[in-house]
């Protein structure tokens, strides 16, 4: 009886929690401009929406910037992660302190603190650049600011979720590694880091995420850099044309389809290590 | 006659000794290397920027908007002008996390303890949502909470004027099915964690399902639910896009009285000084919130795996 | 085609019988347009030869360019129009005050230039460059504010008016003043009408309330419109710029509204009435400025260039519904348009409104007034 109760109730979960997204995709087929009735089936949106330049340069730097800001993450968190392991004291203290405020401060104060920052630093800097090498790059926000902001929280993100793993990690492991005679290098490349691996493409998904769809952060410093959320929310303020609805649906549908993928490898990779284990302590 | 002291071979302390001079230096070395570039990070956009807002919020605005030298506390005097915008947030984060802890946590449990087979196929679906953009989700709620969506549906059935669209329930519905996924994922993987058979030496022990559930199910899955509850809490505090989609105007978050505050009425040093109230809440509201758990024992930072 | 048969053509066309394309292609309207584009070509027009680059970002406000002419535009120049738009004067001004926004052509609107003029924020203009427009021909009342102590800063869109807009249908009250706006949002109507989030026209209005100035600064004045606003805010269904989709929805039945907003929801719902209250209110110039920052000054002198062009411009007209200040477009806009009272009213109505002052896009206590009304 509670069996059934509960199951009833996770579908009208997934029920409220798809409904939207079905409202999305439906429109996306809608044969009319308005984003709010649907008269009747069409693929028109799917046709144009690739081609709007426009729209279609936001999609990849949403996608080039996620994607950097992803690996920076990852590999900035776990180097991180992993020194953390040694400091001790008032430093420890420091960095934890840190790290959290990094993921506590809200994304809008992130966003307002890093524009008035780099909009005062570029007053300063750009003349002074400007003086030494005439031809400089000019420092100011664009698509660097938001992989620069991005970075900020999905690194913290990282540390904090590795060094979850480290601490659930067998430390004994890695002094066996050490009594064989293994460099530090070696240890990590072949003890640790795949131990931490799956934790570390958590974070890196996790980051990656964040930073594709985030639109609160970008709005401030991105300068006249466009991503996809900001695109969207423009759109949304121009009048809702379902071009969007059908960008939605295509990335849904990229999403579902590298799930599913991801889903056939790691069951296929799993079945031969499973034989290949060695029974831990417990049996 | 030269003194040399003689390491005596074999004692225990003396071995460390002699490594800890060599490649403990080394190690010191590799250490900080490893961590110069997220202390780069930190400093150069955390704390520069935090301290930039610091000094803003002791500034004064500039006559045309923006910021102007200065040094006052005129600005933090002021806060009390946006009281609503404080207490707004501050009962509808803590309602809004607690509604999604309501509605999450039986899924979570669902997935965690009943279901069998799918297991992460169902747990995907949870998160899948997040996949299309936040923005077209909540754009679909406007058009699903406004006159010709749900109320329409409703004056079907007999309930006439029922009013959606730009009210608080609105925002509370955009928080709950925004921030639900989020809710989901760190108790899933706490009551993940437990070990089924002490749900069956309690009933074993005759304890019908409500006292499993309590002194059981409940504790063990705390660290969860502390996670997720403060995971939602902190991003609800700094939300202002629900409240402006889904308010329309009328429900004024913190979040909402900073976008103005820099783009509209361009009041910088003000503005900064919200940001900083801010945060200060944030931290104090988490602070207390971690000493709680600790003092219920529900300190075991989740692993997110 | 005769005079007849185009009055007949734009008269389902305003009832929305016939749909805008429909209309350009029974009309001729459209194929001469591109015929015009092609055949005469923009590029020889300008002053300056080659290419303007891959694109030009416009900065305006919603529902306001037909996107049929940005795309001939696109057509002839190869460069693509990234449009941004905003909800009010002091949004825009934010996102150029922040740098770095990107913008190459600005749609700000009359009170605003000078004060974006002494802050450096957009540059003179060139106006050899634009030669499609011909300052004489312009109605100086609407068009002086453009210039600033003698340096053209910005050249004139359009003007139009703020009054606001009734679903006929359901207020059947027939309102003609501000103080019946406010009243019946706290009695009969209420939770059914919307304010801009725009400080100048909602903070205006409420002045007009009293009968004050709609551009006000005076202490004791605004805090009595401040006591209004509060009163009202209960009863508002929302505070937004973008009212259209609630209007046309029935969500909201009135609001504030400007002149050629009101001409597009007559178009989808012939309920829609248009009030510009007795008591006064707004009438504005919006122009074409060049921010001082513009990374494509070539591509916004070609932008402008077009956009003023009469026969485009005429064209525009009839998308968006905001009036002309430009005699050679009127000239070319068919006299149903012109005498189309929410478009082109009435001397005496339009005598007791006022121009937006300058100074008040930057004013402190109006814009710390509006926050806190939205903060309440």
């Known amino acids: 009886m509670k069996g059934r109760g509960l199951s009833a109730y996770a579908l009208l979960v997934y029920l409220f929690l798809y409904a939207p997204i079905g409202l999305i995709v439906l429109i996306s087929f809608n044969a009319g401009r308005q984003a709010s009735s649907f008269t009747g089936f069409s693929l028109q949106w799917y046709r144009t929406a690739f081609g709007n330049r426009l729209m279609v340069e936001a999609l990849g730097n949403s996608l080039s910037i996620a994607l950097t800001s992803a690996c920076m993450a990852a590999v900035m968190g776990t180097m991180t992660a992993l020194a953390l392991q040694r400091v001790t004291g008032w430093r420890r203290v420091l960095y934890d302190g840190l790290i959290y405020v990094a993921l506590m401060v809200p994304g809008i104060v992130i966003g307002i603190a890093t524009l008035i920052a780099i909009a005062t630093v570029r007053d300063a800097v750009n003349p002074l650049l400007q003086a030494v090498w005439l031809d400089a790059p000019r420092f100011d926000l664009g698509w660097g600011s938001i992989v620069a902001a991005h970075t900020l929280f999905n690194m913290a993100l990282v540390v904090v979720i590795v060094r979850a793993r480290l601490a659930g990690m067998d430390a004994s492991l890695m002094e066996a590694a050490a009594d064989l005679n293994a460099t530090p290098w070696g240890t990590f490349r072949q003890v640790t880091l795949p131990l931490i691996a799956p934790a570390i493409l958590a974070g890196f998904l996790l980051a990656f995420t964040f930073s594709f769809d985030d639109y609160v952060v970008a709005s401030f410093v991105n300068g006249r850099e466009v991503t996809l959320p900001l695109y969207v929310f423009a759109s949304i303020r121009r009048g809702v044309t379902p071009e969007i609805n059908a960008i939605a649906t295509v990335v849904l549908a990229v999403t579902v389809a590298l799930l599913v993928l991801a889903q056939l490898v790691l069951r296929r990779a799993q079945r031969p290590r499973l034989r290949a284990q060695v029974p831990g302590p417990g049996g | ?305 | 085609m005769n005079k007849r048969e185009f009055l007949y053509h734009l008269r389902r066309y305003q009832q929305g019988s016939i749909s805008r394309r429909q209309f350009l292609g029974a009309t001729g309207l459209g194929v001469a347009s591109a015929v015009l584009a092609t055949e005469l070509g923009l590029r020889p027009r300008r002053a300056f030869a080659g290419d303007i680059g891959d694109r030009v970002s416009l900065c305006t406000w919603p529902s306001y360019h037909d996107p049929a002419n940005l795309e001939v535009f696109t057509q002839a120049t190869g460069a693509t129009v990234e449009m941004t738009v905003f909800g009010s004067n002091e949004e825009m001004m934010a996102k150029l005050q922040a740098g770095a926004a990107g913008y190459d052509v600005l749609v700000p609107t009359n009170y605003t230039i000078r004060d974006y003029a002494s802050q450096n924020l957009i540059q003179p203009l060139d106006l050899a460059q634009i030669p499609n427009h011909d300052p004489s021909a312009h109605d100086t009342r609407f068009t002086g504010e453009g210039a600033v102590d003698g340096t053209v800063y910005a050249v004139p869109k359009d003007w139009g008016t703020t009054g606001y807009v009734i679903n006929s249908s359901e207020v059947t009250e027939g309102p003609t003043t501000w103080k019946e706006f406010w009243d019946l949002t706290q009695t009969t109507h209420s939770g059914r009408v919307m304010v801009h989030d725009y400080q100048l026209t909602t903070i205006g209005n409420a002045l007009k309330y009293y009968g004050y100035s709609f551009n006000s600064i005076d202490a004791a004045e605004l805090a009595k419109a401040e006591e209004l606003l509060l009163a009202v805010k209960p009863h508002l269904f929302g505070i937004n710029s973008d009212y259209k989709p609630s209007m046309l929805s029935g969500d909201a039945i009135m609001s504030i509204c400007w002149t050629g907003d009101a001409v597009q929801l007559r178009r989808e719902n012939a309920a829609m009435q248009y009030v510009l209250g007795r008591e006064g209110g707004e009438i504005w110039t919006d122009f074409y400025a060049i921010p001082a920052d513009a990374p494509n000054v070539k591509g916004a002198y070609a932008l402008i260039d077009y956009l003023v062009t009469p026969d485009i411009n005429a064209k525009e007209v009839l998308f968006h519904g905001y009036p002309s200040t430009d005699a050679r477009t009127n000239a070319l806009l068919p006299k149903e348009l012109l005498e189309d009272p929410i478009l082109y009213p009435a001397a005496e109505v339009l005598a007791p409104l006022e121009f937006g002052a300058t100074g008040l896009i930057t004013n402190e206590a109006r814009a710390e007034l509006f926050a806190r009304f939205k903060s309440a």
């Open chain 2, 1 to 305: 006659m030269e003194t040399k002291r003689l390491l005596p071979i074999g004692e225990a302390g003396a071995l460390p000794v002699m490594k800890r001079a060599g490649p403990g230096r080394r190690r010191a070395i590799v250490t900080a290397l490893l961590l110069a570039p997220s202390t780069l990070w930190f400093v150069a956009l955390l704390v520069m920027p935090l301290v930039v807002v610091l000094v803003f919020s002791l500034g004064e605005r500039a006559p045309a908007g923006g910021y102007q030298a200065g040094f006052t506390f005129a600005n933090y005097l002021n806060l009390p002008a946006r009281l609503t915008a404080f207490t707004n947030t501050l009962t509808l984060a803590p309602v809004g996390t607690l509604l999604c802890l309501v509605f999450a946590y039986p899924l979570a449990y669902f997935l965690a303890v009943k279901v069998k087979r799918a297991k992460l196929m169902l747990l995907v679906l949870v998160i899948l949502p997040f996949w299309t953009s936040f923005l077209l989700r909540t754009y679909a709620w406007i058009i699903l909470l406004s006159g010709k969506g749900i109320p329409s549906w409703l004056a079907v059935v007999g309930i006439e004027g029922v009013r959606l669209i730009n009210t608080p329930t609105a925002v509370l519905i955009g928080i709950v099915y925004g921030y639900l996924p989020l809710m989901v994922f760190p108790i899933y993987v706490s009551l993940e964690r437990l070990d089924k058979r002490l749900l069956e030496a309690a009933a074993d022990l005759y304890a019908d399902p409500i006292a499993t559930f309590r002194r059981v199910t409940l504790p063990l899955s705390l660290p969860g639910v502390v996670t997720g509850c403060l995971l939602v809490f902190i991003l609800l505090m700094g939300e202002y896009l629900i409240p402006q989609l889904l308010g329309g105007g009328k429900v004024f978050f913190i979040g909402n009285a900073l976008v103005d505050l820099f783009l509209q009425s361009r009041n910088w040093p003000f503005g900064s000084a919200v940001a900083i109230a801010l945060v200060v809440i944030m931290i104090v509201a988490v602070g207390l919130a971690t000493r709680w758990a600790k003092h219920q024992g529900a300190t075991r930072e989740v692993s997110l795996l």
